[in-house]
């Protein structure tokens, strides 16, 4: 929670500094995943891929497949449902379903990971909560306008905010390490 406040108070800064808007349509192909059902997730014989949905719970990973869709830098978000515009940012092999939208960046001078960074600041006003489903479709997500600072203050930004999400995951690993043992211990003392 602490690092979405931080991300969000960096954004805002990198909105304050000198850079250009662009609509993320000119900046960015955007598409959509495909209907994947947990039918064919749960008929897959070496399931290797994830499948990412409009769900956000495990990174929004919905299971996993024997191939592929996607391969590299790119940004996907959530269109539909009660987390609709949570970003995530994949560098990898994987799938998303058609209530996961997709965004790959056709500018060099736009670092795709600081995009994901910047982007929950500037999409959380457009996504339609009026609605009984909340939406953040492609036609909106389209037409937002981002500021993109020089590339050279996108990497520093990259950096920081990598460097703490790696912390964060780090010490979210020994917490789950010492959970265990707490467990191990506690069936130990009382068998």
Known sequence: EDLNTLIES???????????????????NIGRGRVIST??????LNPLYPVFSSQTQNNGIMGYLDNYEFDGEYITWTTDGANAGTIFYHNE???CTNVCGTLKVLNYNISAKYLSIILPYYVKKYVSKNLANPKLMNNTMAN??????????????VRIVSSLESKLNTEKSIIQLYIKQ??????????
Do not use: M, R, T
């Open 10 to 28: 960096i954004s805002f800064i990198a909105n304050k500094k000198n850079g250009e808007f662009y609509k993320v349509k000119d900046i960015c």
């Open 39 to 44: 039918v064919e997730i749960n008929k897959q």
């Open 144 to 157: 937002i306008e981002v500021k993109v600072i020089p590339i050279s203050e996108q990497l520093k930004i």
């Open 182 to 191: 707490k467990e191990y211990l506690l069936n130990k003392l009382f068998i």
């Open 93 to 95: 092999k994987f799938n």
